[in-house]
């Protein structure tokens, strides 16, 4: 028996005592991070990192500040702290490898061998992005400081099932080596037809593609061969260059996010088994007409939509638009920059959604206002919405416009059980998801108060709680 098995036998711990290969199989779901925590539970877990199983060296970990701009002394302390790690590693395979820095041209060969060290090792899933930087290079010029070595895309990894790859030149690349990739997200890198076309060609088990401001065309064809597995598909392109998507072979299509207008709808008709749809807009009053009296009939079959609004909006009025059901649609997801008419989108929305259970609305900035400047309004109408239950509210301003929204669901949602109101904003990231952001608006009342004016203002029995 090992030195580790003896001062394990002779530990109290229970954990300790554990087979050496289910202790290694518990670590393989904490982090870096979390793995070299254990180093201050005891001397015997000190050293248990160097087997972690998903290294995630983002710089953020290192950093006394969060400031972010680029130095070269920080990038050189960086690398430095990721070779230490890799050195000390002795794990023969790793679950997650993933690289998040502010580096330049200069450390190509340092993260060229980090490469060969996740596929070494064997990494399941592979994430590159050595400039984070938001709006450092034009969206889809591939100009950052890093090219992909050519000899990754000759590579062999039937182990690699997820590849990111960010803010990188792509160089000679080719998906011959990685046919069982389930997800590919790219992003800020030139991608081309050819491109595309061999990811679709080669990557026969992908589920997941996302491109993200890569594309310098006009259009771009996404052919599906028959019977692919892909269920899953974003293409987003900001700034000034619009490009029109055309998707062939989508019909197991369950989840698309795109810039509105980029889909003709004729195209979007054929995605018979759509459930998810997002949009994203700054066209907002078509996107607006079109969701409200529309994509019931394009997208019967939806079950959840998101719609990210930039700029001023209204509300289509009834007698401008024909509203449509959206007679599946049980979650619904706003976002926008400004909370003008949010009291008037609600509204639209319990109507045209007659099964809606969950709707999430972060309705941008507004204007706060004074408790004692609140008016309690009144809505004439005897609708009500009667399968709603769940309401998250994020980055609320203690508005009128906010207040009327508030209250209108409160008093129109009779089932509902839950409203949730964040004073700190919903964003999204790199990877689509959402997180709340670290601050709220400070000029705001404090979240007791907010809750106390609502109890005394309208009759409801939903919990409602201010955070």
């Known amino acids: 028996m090992n030195e580790m098995s003896d001062d394990r036998s002779q530990s109290g711990d229970a954990f300790s005592r554990l087979p050496e290969e289910l202790i290694h199989h518990i670590l393989s779901f904490l982090t870096l991070k979390d793995a070299a925590a254990l180093a201050a539970v005891s001397k015997q877990w000190r050293l248990r990192w160097r087997t972690c199983r998903n290294l995630d060296l983002d710089v953020d970990f290192i950093r006394r500040h969060r400031k972010a701009v680029y130095d070269r002394a920080a990038a050189v302390r960086y690398v430095d702290w990721v070779n230490r790690i890799l050195q000390s590693h002795e794990g023969e395979r790793i679950d997650s490898f993933r690289v998040r820095s502010w580096l330049s041209e200069h450390n190509g060969n340092q993260i060229d061998q980090w490469i060969q060290f996740a596929v070494t090792k064997k990494a399941a899933r592979l994430e590159l992005d050595p400039d984070p930087l938001p709006g450092r290079y034009n969206a889809g010029d591939g100009l950052g400081g890093y090219m ?272 949730q109101i964040w004073q700190r904003d919903q964003r999204g990231n790199e990877d689509g998801k959402f997180y709340l952001s670290k601050f709220s608006n400070m000029r705001q009342p404090a979240p007791a108060i907010i809750e106390k004016w609502f109890h005394e203002h309208v009759t409801f029995k939903a919990s409602l709680v201010v955070l």
């Open 148 to 419: 992909v070595p050519d000899w990754f895309w000759s590579v062999e990894a039937p182990f690699l099932e997820h590849l990111t790859l960010r803010n990188v030149k792509l160089g000679s690349a080719g998906f011959g080596g990685f046919k069982h990739l389930t997800s590919l997200c790219l992003a800020g890198s030139a991608v081309s037809q050819a491109f595309v076309q061999d990811i679709m060609c080669n990557c026969s088990q992908l589920r997941l593609l996302d491109i993200k401001n890569c594309i310098k065309s006009s259009g771009l064809k996404i052919e599906i061969p028959h019977q692919h597995p892909l269920i899953h598909l974003n293409v987003l392109q900001w700034g000034d260059s619009f490009i029109q998507i055309d998707i062939e072979g989508a019909q197991n299509l369950e989840s698309l996010k795109c810039v509105f207008g980029a889909i003709e709808v004729p195209m979007l008709r054929k995605i018979q088994k759509l459930k998810k749809l997002h949009f994203m807009s700054s066209r907002v009053m078509p996107a607006l007409e079109y969701v409200i009296g529309e994509l019931g009939q394009d997208a019967p079959h939806l079950e959840y939509f998101h719609l990210t609004m930039y700029g001023n909006w209204l509300i289509p009025t009834c007698e401008s638009v024909k509203m449509t059901s959206l007679s599946r649609l049980r979650h619904m997801s706003l976002s926008a920059t400004s909370s003008q008419h949010l009291t008037d989108f609600v509204i639209a929305v319990l109507r045209i959604c007659p099964v809606l259970q969950t709707l999430d609305l972060s309705p941008g900035y507004g204007y706060n206002t004074s408790s004692d400047a609140i008016v309690r309004r009144t809505f004439k109408e005897n609708f009500s919405h009667v399968t709603l239950e769940t309401i998250n509210i994020y980055g609320f301003q203690f508005s009128q416009t906010g207040v009327d929204s508030v209250v209108y669901l409160l008093e129109h949602s009779v089932n509902l059980k839950k409203i």
